[in-house]
């Protein structure tokens, strides 16, 4: 990997650093304002949820998110990152964030009230205030607010779009080494001092108009999924005609038009991003009178992969009178403890549903898990997991799961299914064992033995 760094901070003779001030010191918010004290600029964070301020004084982050505990101890301990549960702060800072969430409403349409809540709170304090919109908000929302801030008495409020895109797990590092930095804005002077805070980072920033800003966002994640369902959908065809779907995976993204990455085939997306931008642009295109037929198949691509792996299960456990599933991962993906809209939680509950007994385990993700599903029991390893199971799935590609010792897993399972919903596993070790391997998109790798030699001789 090629290592990469920021530019250097500024020499003494530079203007002052600048004051920022963020609302919303949630997962974007908190990731936002550490990275932009690593800049060398002042923060503070304002967070009105008392016991979520409480616990970050007491230097617990409401997160886990690799790295940024780090950084915010050491910029508590420099003074540049302050957080309050006041607004006071905004008449000082020079650039206002906000930060705060914007939910879908059961329609799929965006909520993004307490975004305009925020930005009529910052401007009663600060009317001049450029205010800065984190949040994923519609495209659209930029003009509202500045018709609000006019109707309202505040001509020379300042509003820009400045998405994000930063991965889970990933997401200090996505800050400081982003692929670029997009600043939507209709105010030439805003759109310079949000460029001046990114100085130091060595990429490419799109100065835009709001809407270019705000819809690139959605677009972007909604390219990502895509790619997942199209893929997926491709995983399905493997399936029924005796192919390899990572095979073809590694084929096509060798097409430099095309790349490698987002063709992970398996039990598809999920997160707290990618359902709701998809959602919420098809709520969006209806609106508008626009077409949504492509984000409504994503959706139901999506769908379709988790129906294939309860399928799978329920054909393997047919005829079983307490049938017991093994789950190895419940977190949306790996590296992160975050559970919301979990294909592998989606997938335990259509088991459950079902009558299947699930027992499901996760590095860090179990508490989360059985607070949201409570009928499923979380087990405290992999082989805990497997034990007295009549499938096991591998439902979320953690690193540790993917090389288990097979003969013990054999030896504790009641059946011999094991379901590799992400296409992660070695079938032949599996194989080795005496276990059926299952997939989605690579089955063939448990049929034909010619196949997993071919594998056996790419690697
Ligand atoms: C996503 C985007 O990748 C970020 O760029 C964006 O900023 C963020 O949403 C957001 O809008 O805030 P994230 O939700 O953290 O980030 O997760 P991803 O790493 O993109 O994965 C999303 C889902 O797709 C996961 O469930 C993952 O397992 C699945 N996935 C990903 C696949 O099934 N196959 C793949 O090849 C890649």
């Known amino acids: 990997m090629v290592a990469r760094a920021l530019a250097p901070p500024p020499p003494a003779s530079a203007p002052r650093p600048l004051r920022v001030s963020l609302v919303g ?18 923060v503070t964070a ?25 950084l915010v101890d050491r910029h508590r301990a420099s003074g540049r990152l302050q957080v309050t549960d006041g607004y006071e702060a905004v008449s000082d800072a020079d650039v206002v964030f906000v930060a705060v969430p914007t939910p879908p409403r059961p329609d799929g349409r965006v909520d993004t009230s307490l975004v305009e809540n925020v930005v009529r ?12 919109i984190k949040s994923t908000v519609p495209p659209g ?3 509202r607010l500045e018709q609000i801030a006019s109707a309202e008495g505040y001509p020379l409020a300042r509003l820009v779009a400045n998405p994000e895109f930063l ?58 999924a895509a790619r997942i369902s199209l893929i997926n959908e491709v995983a399905g065809i493997a399936d029924r005609v005796g192919a390899n779907v990572s095979q073809v995976a590694a084929i096509v993204g060798a097409d430099a038009r095309v790349g490698r990455s987002f063709l992970q085939a398996g039990l598809g997306w999920g997160g707290s991003c990618f359902p709701k931008d998809v959602g919420g642009l098809a709520a969006l295109a209806q609106d508008v009178g626009a077409s949504s037929a492509m984000l409504d198949a994503i959706v139901a691509a999506n769908r379709d992969a988790r129906s294939r792996a309860t399928e799978i299960v329920l054909e393997a456990v047919r005829g079983t009178t307490h049938p017991v599933v093994g789950m190895l991962g419940l977190a949306f993906k790996p590296g992160t403890d975050d559970v919301r ?14 009558g299947v007994e699930v027992y499901a385990t996760d590095p860090l993700a179990g508490e989360n898990a059985a607070r949201v599903e409570p009928r499923l029991h979380i087990a405290g390893s ?8 009549d499938v096991l799935i591998l439902a979320t590609e953690w690193p540790e799961f993917l090389a288990p010792d097979w003969h013990r897993i054999a030896h504790l399972m009641r059946g011999t299914v094991v379901l590799d919903a992400r296409n992660a ?28 030699e071919a594998v056996a001789c790419a690697f």
């Open 167 to 224: 991965r889970e797990g990933q997401a200090v590092h996505d800050f400081l080494f982003p692929d670029r930095v997009v600043i939507g804005t209709r105010d030439r002077e805003a759109g310079d001092l949000v460029a001046a805070l990114y100085e130091r980072l060595r990429t490419m920033t799109y100065r835009t108009s709001p809407e270019d800003a705000e819809l690139a966002k959605y677009a972007a994640n909604v390219f990502l």
């Open 382 to 389: 992999a082989s805990e997991a497997a034990a007295g199971a």
């Open 341 to 354: 809209e979990s294909p592998s939680i989606a997938l335990a509950r259509a088991l459950i549903t079902m």
């Open 25 to 42: 010191a949630g997962y974007v918010g908190l990731v936002t304002a550490a990275c932009f004290a690593e800049l060398g600029h002042e």
């Open 121 to 132: 709170a910052v401007l009663v304090r600060s009317p001049r205030a450029t205010i800065v």
């Open 46 to 70: 304002v967070e009105v949820d008392a016991t979520r301020l409480g616990r970050l004084r007491a230097g617990v982050l409401p997160i886990y998110e690799p790295g940024l505990d780090d």
């Open 141 to 143: 929302t930029i003009r």
């Open 425 to 452: 596993l070695g079938a032949g070790a599996v194989i080795a064992a005496g276990l059926t391997y299952r997939s989605l998109g690579r089955d063939v790798l448990g049929r034909d033995a010619a196949a997993l």
